[in-house]
């Protein structure tokens, strides 16, 4: 998502500055890397971003999700640590604005979302000092994404032809938006941060659950709509929920909409604009 919000904030003649690291793979933002400055954390201090460049706003998008039994201390590295380090360095540089990117799962879940809930804490006792922007983001999706997310991970195994698919029964309840329609929320609350209190907080979603089983069947729909039919069964009822699921995550997107931020991108529509990726 840093990189879509990026390349539109570019566009919109905002100067962005980004952190990355030497390492980094670069393919979602090759072609507008011309247009902004970066710094690698990992071979120059954090602090050269606050020093070289009049900084107004964080927006703080990093995040580590934990899937591959990851050990903990990378998590709350990345998800805490790393984050207080950038709002440290915004504080000591007199930063007006921090936009944060959380999530809506709650913090008994797993260690990724106590870690998202904990940095968000420590957002709000800082909220006196330096205007706070939260956005709890539901399940978003888009093009480039990573592949070890849902969706693209599914879209893998038509690719690749599997026979079935092992699933959940599919009942819960998530609320899916278009990757453009979390974008705008960012760049909307940007422009209207004179009128913010001191730490303001947002969910972020369409207002309309559907059932994962909808949304996958939906996905594979569209897949064979836009480029092939495929054998793939999706075998839902295979694997049992993950303890502690959420089964119905409903999101309250009320205070964005009379903001004048309402999604415009229905579900079908955004699963056809993803499968132009893959044409």
């Excluded at 591959?68 to 790393?82: A, G, K, R, S």
């Excluded at 899916?176 to 009128?195: G, M």
């Excluded at 909808?214 to 054998?231: C, D, G, R």
Aim: charged residues 20%.
């Amino acid at each position: 998502m840093g990189s879509h919000l990026a390349d539109v904030l570019v566009s919109n003649g905002y100067s962005v500055v980004i952190l990355k690291r030497s390492s980094s793979d670069l393919w979602r933002i090759d072609h507008f890397m011309s247009s902004l400055k970066s710094y690698d954390i990992d071979l120059v201090p954090i602090e050269s971003a606050f020093i070289e460049n009049k900084i107004d706003c964080v927006i703080h998008t990093a995040c580590h999700y934990g899937r591959n039994n990851d050990p903990i201390e990378e998590i709350i590295n990345t998800n805490l640590v790393f984050g207080l380090q950038i709002l440290d360095l915004a504080l000591k540089n007199k930063v007006q604005i921090f936009m944060n990117s959380d999530t809506l799962l709650p913090k008994n879940l797993n260690s990724y979302a106590l870690s998202k809930n904990q940095f968000v804490d420590w957002l709000e006792h800082f909220s006196k000092n330096i205007k706070v922007i939260n956005l709890k983001i539901e399940h978003m999706f888009g093009p480039k994404d990573d592949p070890k997310k849902l969706v693209p991970w599914i879209i893998s195994e038509f690719e690749a032809q599997v026979s079935t698919i092992a699933l959940t029964a599919g009942q819960q309840k998530r609320d899916f938006i278009y990757i453009d329609d979390v974008v705008s929320a960012f760049v909307l609350l940007l422009e209207k941060v004179s009128i913010l209190s001191g730490f303001s907080q947002y969910e972020v979603g369409t207002g309309m659950s559907v059932t994962v089983k909808i949304f996958l069947s939906t996905l594979k729909e569209v897949y064979e709509e836009n480029k092939k039919e495929v054998a793939t069964q999706l075998e839902f009822g295979a694997v049992p929920h993950r303890e502690g699921e959420i089964m119905n995550v409903q999101v309250d997107n009320s205070d964005l909409v009379n903001l004048g931020c309402k999604p415009c991108v229905t579900l079908e529509q955004g699963l056809n604009n993803l499968m132009r990726e893959y044409l």
